[in-house]
């Protein structure tokens, strides 16, 4: 029937992405320089990271997708917020694209009724913020995993918060 | 007409608003047809409340025969049966007959409706020509309108239509039924707007209603829905949607909030969906409405799996109405996640694998209903939106396999049997629709699940499949490769473990092994898995195929340090390697040997530069530090190698400055890049080949064989960091690191590359002597002292071995007592004893290991020659050392120095070495005759060139042939006097002489000389000699006569000689002729007197053939005139080459390869010999005869100037006294 295969196309834009999942929360974030490259990931539960990593891999394609889609519609404003990326029945995933094309993705647990579109849309924003200063930081290499404290502890709040 | 049907109509397509007709029946049948046809033609805009936006509506109507019934009742709110507009059809036309009966009737419809509540009614008075024809006595057809308007229509004339003729084809008739259609649609809107409006304004009320206790969604679920069922049959899908949509959210909102809070919350209806769900047939989408679940939503016994496939069910059938087959995917996916996130929020007992099978069934039957919608095209266009539910499907019927025991080995339990059976009891009866259908979902599960086999058939057939590890390795490959590069490292991890299996399971040794190296050195595993893995290794290690891996995985290099630091060793000494690896595998790993490839090149060049060499070599690596350590760049540990593969190198900058050679000031500085060359390079795709970890196969690793190797045998690597010593062999040469092997059993750990480049050296160096005097410059004629310095090199002095220095006369070897040579690096000072023979000084040395510097100081005394040296001339044969640079002013003041050599014998070589020691002799010696009146002087000047202060004492003159008829009286009183540097010191003596004076005075000046700061005067002093010859030259007077008188002819005789003999060049130049043996060169002489002195009588000039022999004098004799009396000079003389017609333009000769001395004495003569009579020529011009004979032919002779410094006027200044004539008219003319 079909076989689903996952392949992650590179593009000369720097991009980044980032996950957060909630349930038990993750933060993940991801950055690329030719392609899809992990810039800070962090789930909560432990146990079942190597899901969560699968799950923030394959719904970059989706954010691919959906950059692509609105590139050809309006490239200039577009909404950063992407939205649930794709559903499972386990967990939701939301996408963010920053401008210079760095990605974020929040990863929720289904189960979790408290966090709504809004709730997710502050969390990217905050999120974006705090990863602006991280690229201020003249001592940031860009393309570097993030090891930022202020943005950890940014990142470990939102979750606390949000399970 | 339709009739009525009493039961709800619910195939709302075929459903159409109604409209009863009450009146005349007949009429309107006959007039239904085109009523029926006429009313959707054209559309309508309706305006909507609310602020929704406007609607064109096509308009059809369901007409119904009006009966009472028909009219809702209080409370009854089912929209669809609601009538919406109310037609009264008359053709009466007279008022006698509408009087009687019609106007009754009328009025009775009229109380009904009003009694309902109804006011959407018109009354249709139908007027034919025919029918007025019929009557004769009838009233103006208005009449009978204006009545029904008059009785009925008080306020709302409009609500009474007329339609003429409208059987008939006339233009009247079509403007009736326009007219009339156009009433007809607005009152239906009107009808429409009023009474949704109403049911809507209802509805939220119901809706506020919600919190209160007794509130069931289900019938609110009936009401909303039958609204969305009025605008679907007004074919508003759009709107239909919402409704259903809202309808959704407002239950998925209440299963939220129920699900946070199960006790406040009082929704008790929701208790119904609570139920443990019994049936899972999936959803059904092949009929518009499922009549079967409304009916349980409408009894409120649905299940939650009910509820949402009856709402789905209607959203997908109007989604597809709207041409969205693709937002029904979406919807789906949404759906079967959120339906089974629903049941698990309110902890409904399914049986376990129930929602597996509806989840199942449902993804097929939306993908059924899909693609019976969309043509194949289409369908594989938009697989992006299929993808997802043919994976949820697949999943989920894994699933499913595993839970009925069908994915393992062994057969299915009874336990797995029973679960099985209670499974497909759920699915019910397959529906009537898909009955016939062989491809249906209900098929399919049914299948699946009966048996291994046809579990396997469906399930390969919907998914990738298992146990081909060979394709599944190409996969497992193709995404390692991905993860690798983009740095995820669980999933590389992850992935790795699963190709372990393949390739174990594919018997690919190597790939296996390479894989679990990585593996075991894995943090993301657990201690066991990495010991496992490990253990796989050692276990293939023992067995006999030599595996080649890369040490990538195995360990890490870290550091090396060499020891010494500097990495450059002379043959003999000890360099030693320290290697810090870090040892990445879970256990202590025995490694037989880890060996050290090398590359190994002869470097030339040999000892010289080796400081340098060195310095460049710890600075070269990007980390190298002046410790001698190199580090190992390692990779970030979050993405492993991966990263370092795709990053480009970290920047290089160096600090540069660039300082002037002069003084060394810092002209300009900046940063330079050292590996530019790898930064700019083009990124090309073969670059993640360099990394062996980047794809899941590493490049086959080569081990470089035969080469040259470091080893250490038998160590144990601790996981972490490991100190690893290596010695370095001894042959000469350079050496860099190519490859690191290690040794595990037969598995072999290679590290291909070593970056950066790790160098060592060991040198080979020649044993040298320099020697070099202590000051800065050697003197002649006092000790100095010269250093010697031998660098042993390879050599070692023995015991014996001794310098041999050969003896020369003018610089003998001083014995010293105090001698003694220092052999650096060891401490004291040996003792040198030096031997002298007639021909050698022998200075035996004292034993001096290898690569040491023996220093020792030995005096010499250079003799100064005696002679006014020409200088240069004799000594100088390499004229290398004739400037030293240090010592500008010596050249400055004219320092003549002497270069010695000296042949020295080393004991470590059968050839002498010669080397040259350069001496300068500090002084200057000139010499002069002064006269006063008949006396004469010799003046010798001694001047003091050098930077030393001297005494000198004793200056004494003599005659090198001492002649008795000679006295040199010295005139100077000190017998010592100090001279200073660049000073002088002049010593006077007075000559005296018995005649006849010789012609030639050969002097000699000698005096003793010692440096001031000399401690012993008096033995210090060393002898200078200046020797020197005074020439005679004197003007005679004519024969007869003492003296030259003015006004009378005298002889003058010129003496020109040759001095030296021309060089080669010089002699080809002048175009020496052989005559009879003897090779003569020919001169032009000619006298000029520019200063009216005197006047040539006759021949002023000639040319005169020169043999080329020294010394060689030719004599010519001319007469001359004194003009004045007193003491006049010498009239000039001017002596030119005198070269042939045929001779080649020459160049103009070198002025120091040859000199050339022509002396001229003028002597005093008579007359008696002047052959030619010639007019006498004062100032005659030699350019002018040159250029004279030039004009006469073009083969003529040419004359052409010695060089300055080629020819020597002896007689220059000398002056001849010239008495005056004792007549007194002479001296007359003189003062006139």
Redesign the interface.
């Known amino acids: 029937m079909h076989q689903v295969r996952l392949q992650i196309k590179g593009s000369d834009e720097a991009r980044y992405s980032y996950s957060i999942d909630v349930q038990i929360s993750a933060v993940l974030q991801y950055w690329s320089k030719p392609k899809n490259y992990p810039l800070f990931i962090r789930s909560v539960p432990v146990q079942n990271e190597l899901k969560f990593h699968y799950t923030v891999h394959t719904s970059l394609d989706v954010v691919e997708e959906k950059i692509s889609a609105v590139g050809k519609a309006m490239a200039d404003q577009r909404e950063l917020y992407l939205g649930l990326l794709y559903p499972t029945e386990d967990y939701k995933v939301y996408g963010y694209v920053t401008n210079s094309k760095v990605k974020f993705v929040i990863v929720v647990d289904s189960s979790n009724t408290s966090l709504r579109d809004n709730e997710i849309r502050s969390m990217f924003r905050k999120l974006h913020n705090s990863f602006t200063d991280v690229m201020c930081n003249p001592f940031y290499n860009p393309g570097d995993t993030i090891q930022s404290k202020a943005f950890d502890s940014i990142v470990s709040a939102m979750m606390v918060q949000a399970s | 007409m339709e009739a009525h049907e009493e039961k709800p109509i619910i195939y709302t397509m075929e459903n159409k608003p109604i409209v009863t007709c009450a009146g005349d029946q007949s009429l309107f049948t006959s007039l239904y047809t085109s009523l029926a046809q006429q009313l959707p033609r054209e559309s309508m805009e309706w305006r909507r409340s609310y602020g929704r936006a406007p609607k064109m509506i096509h308009l059809e109507a369901n007409f119904v025969q009006f009966k009472e019934e028909l009219l809702p009742k209080d409370g009854n709110r089912a929209l669809l049966t609601f009538p919406f507009l109310h037609i009264y059809w008359t053709d009466c036309c007279d008022t006698e007959m509408y009087k009687a009966s019609v106007k009754d009737d009328m009025l009775r419809w009229q109380s009904t409706l009003r009694l309902h509540g109804s006011v959407d009614w018109l009354i249709v008075v139908v007027e034919s020509e025919a029918k007025k024809k019929n009557k004769t006595n009838i009233l103006p057809r208005t009449s009978i309108v204006d009545k029904i308007r008059n009785d009925f229509c008080n306020k709302q004339s409009d609500r009474c239509v007329v339609l003429s003729d409208p059987l008939k084809e006339s233009s009247r008739s079509q403007d009736s039924w326009s007219a009339f259609l156009t009433k007809l649609r607005t009152l239906l809107l009107m009808s429409f707007t009023k009474n949704l409006g109403r049911f809507e304004d209802d509805m939220r009320t119901l809706r506020e209603k919600r919190t209160e206790p007794g509130w069931s969604f289900c019938d609110y679920f009936m009401v909303q829905e039958e609204l969305a069922f009025v605008f679907e049959m007004l074919q508003q899908f759009e709107d239909a949607l919402v409704q259903y949509d809202e309808l959704d959210a407002l239950f998925t909102q209440y299963v939220?909030n129920f699900?946070?809070d199960h006790f406040n919350y009082g929704a008790n209806w929701l208790g119904s969906f609570c139920a443990p769900v019994k049936r899972w047939s999936g959803l059904l989408l092949r009929r518009p409405i499922d009549m079967e679940k409304r009916e349980l939503i409408q009894r409120g016994e649905a299940s939650l799996l009910d509820l949402r496939s009856y709402l789905f069910s209607r959203q997908c059938t109007l989604l597809i109405f709207l041409q969205r087959p693709w937002e029904v995917t979406q919807r789906a996916?949404?759906l079967?996640?959120n339906c089974?996130?629903e049941l698990?929020?309110l902890e409904v007992y399914v049986v376990q694998g129930a929602l597996d099978c509806w989840v199942f069934l449902s993804c097929l039957e939306v993908l059924h209903r899909i693609e019976g919608c969309c043509d194949r095209a289409q369908l594989e266009a938009n697989?992006?939106h299929?993808?997802?539910l043919?994976?949820?499907a697949?999943e989920k019927l894994k699933s499913l396999g595993y839970l009925c025991g069908l994915v393992a080995e062994k057969v299915p339990t009874s336990e797995d049997l029973n679960r099985t059976v209670d499974l497909l009891a759920g699915l019910g009866e397959e529906r009537p629709e898909t009955v016939n259908s062989l491809q249906s979902p209900y098929k399919k599960l049914n299948e699946a699940l009966s048996s291994v086999e046809a579990f396997e058939k469906h399930y390969l057939?919907?998914?990738?499949k298992k146990g081909d590890p060979e394709r599944a390795e190409g996969?497992l490959d193709?995404?390692l490769r991905?993860?690798v590069?983009?740095?995820?490292s669980?999933?590389v991890t992850?992935t790795r473990k699963q190709m372990a299996e393949c390739q174990k399971l594919l018997q690919q040794t190597e790939d296996y092994l390479q894989t679990s190296a990585l593996l075991a050195g894995d943090a993301n595993l657990t201690e066991e898995e990495r010991k496992h893995f490990c253990q796989e290794i050692l276990t293939f290690a023992s067995q006999p195929p030599t595996v080649a891996l890369s040490m990538a995985a195995f360990a890490q290099l870290r550091q090396m340090q060499f020891s010494p630091p500097g990495a450059v060793v002379h043959v003999g000494a000890a360099l030693q390697l320290e290697l810090r690896v870090r040892c990445l595998m879970p256990v202590a790993m025995q490694v037989e040997q880890l060996a050290a490839t090398l590359h190994f090149s002869l470097e030339q060049g040999g000892a010289r530069g080796r400081a340098g060499s060195a310095q460049r070599r710890t600075g070269q690596g990007p980390q190298g530090q002046g410790d001698g350590v190199v580090l190992f760049p390692q990779g970030?540990p979050?993405?492993g190698a991966g990263m370092g593969a795709?990053?480009p190198p970290a920047l290089e900058l160096y600090e540069m400055q660039d300082r002037s050679p002069s003084d060394s000031s810092l002209t300009s500085t900046g940063v330079v890049c050292k590996n530019m060359h790898l930064l700019l390079r083009r990124h090309d795709s073969s670059a993640s080949l360099d990394t062996p970890t980047a794809g899941a196969l590493p490049a086959a690793v080569a081990v470089d064989d035969g080469a040259q190797m470091l080893r250490a045998r038998d160590i144990t690597l601790q996981p972490g960091d490991n100190s690893i010593l290596f010695t370095a062999p001894v042959q000469p040469g350079s050496y860099t690191l190519r490859q690191l092997c290690g040794s595990v059993g037969r598995v072999q750990f290679v590290q291909s590359h070593i970056y950066p480049v790790v160098q060592y050296e060991v040198y080979s160096q020649e044993p040298q002597l320099t020697i070099e005097p202590l000051s800065d410059n050697l003197l002649a004629g006092i000790p100095q002292k010269v250093k010697f310095t031998i660098a042993t090199g390879h050599y070692s002095v023995k015991k014996g071995d001794a310098l041999q220095l050969s003896n020369t006369d003018s610089m003998p070897i001083l014995h010293s007592s105090c001698c003694s040579a220092t052999v650096l690096s060891s401490t004291g000072g040996h003792a040198l004893s030096i031997q002298s023979s007639e021909k050698v000084t022998s200075i035996s040395l004292p034993p001096t290991p290898p690569y040491h510097t023996l220093e020792f100081q030995l005096e010499v005394l250079c003799h100064i020659p005696p002679t006014p040296f020409k200088p240069d001339i004799e000594r100088l044969t390499n004229g290398e050392v004739r400037h030293r640079p240090k010592s500008h002013s010596h050249a400055d003041s004219g320092m003549i120095n002497i270069d010695q050599k000296v042949s020295i014998d080393c004991p470590w070589s059968i050839y002498s070495t010669l080397i040259a020691l350069t001496f300068y002799v500090p002084f200057k010696a000139k010499h002069s005759i002064l006269s006063a009146g008949k006396r004469k002087y010799i003046q010798v000047c001694l001047q003091n060139v050098s930077d030393t202060n001297f005494h000198l004492a004793d200056p004494v003159l003599t005659e090198r042939q001492p002649t008795v008829s000679m006295e040199l009286l010295s005139l100077n009183v000190k017998k010592q006097q100090p001279v200073c540097s660049q000073q002088s010191v002049f010593c006077l003596w007075e000559m005296r002489w018995a005649k006849p004076l010789p012609l030639c005075l050969q002097c000699a000046f000698s005096a003793s000389f010692a440096p001031v700061s000399a401690s012993d005067t008096h033995t210090a002093f060393k002898p200078y000699r200046y020797e020197f010859q005074l020439d005679r030259a004197e003007i005679l007077p004519p024969s007869g006569d003492q003296h030259c008188r003015t006004g009378a002819l005298c002889g003058l005789e010129v003496s020109i000689t040759r001095q030296a003999e021309p060089s080669e060049t010089e002699g080809e130049e002048e175009e020496s002729t052989e005559i009879e043996g003897l090779r003569t060169t020919k001169l032009m002489y000619e006298v000029v007197d520019n200063s009216s002195n005197w006047a040539v009588c006759g021949k002023s000039s000639g040319v005169v053939s020169m043999p080329v022999a020294a010394s060689a004098t030719h004599r010519v004799q001319m007469e001359v005139m004194p003009l004045f009396a007193g003491h006049l000079p010498f009239p000039n003389i001017k002596v030119f080459k005198y070269l042939p017609h045929n001779a080649v333009p020459a160049i103009q000769p070198d002025t120091d390869s040859c000199l050339e001395n022509d002396t001229i004495s003028l002597l005093d003569k008579g007359l008696d010999d002047q052959g030619d009579t010639a007019s006498i020529r004062s100032r005659g011009s030699v350019h002018s005869v040159g250029s004279g004979e030039q004009q006469r032919g073009l083969p003529m002779p040419r004359l052409e100037p010695f060089s300055p410094g080629q020819v020597f006027y002896w007689s220059q200044g000398r002056q001849v006294l010239v008495l005056p004539v004792t007549d007194d008219h002479v001296m007359e003319v003189n003062v006139t």
């Open positions: 939220l699900g946070c996916l949404e079967l996640h089974v996130q698990r929020l697989c992006s299929t993808v997802g043919w994976t949820y697949t057939v919907s998914a990738m996969f193709d995404s991905s993860y590069a983009e740095g995820w669980l999933q992850h970030s979050l993405a795709l990053l």
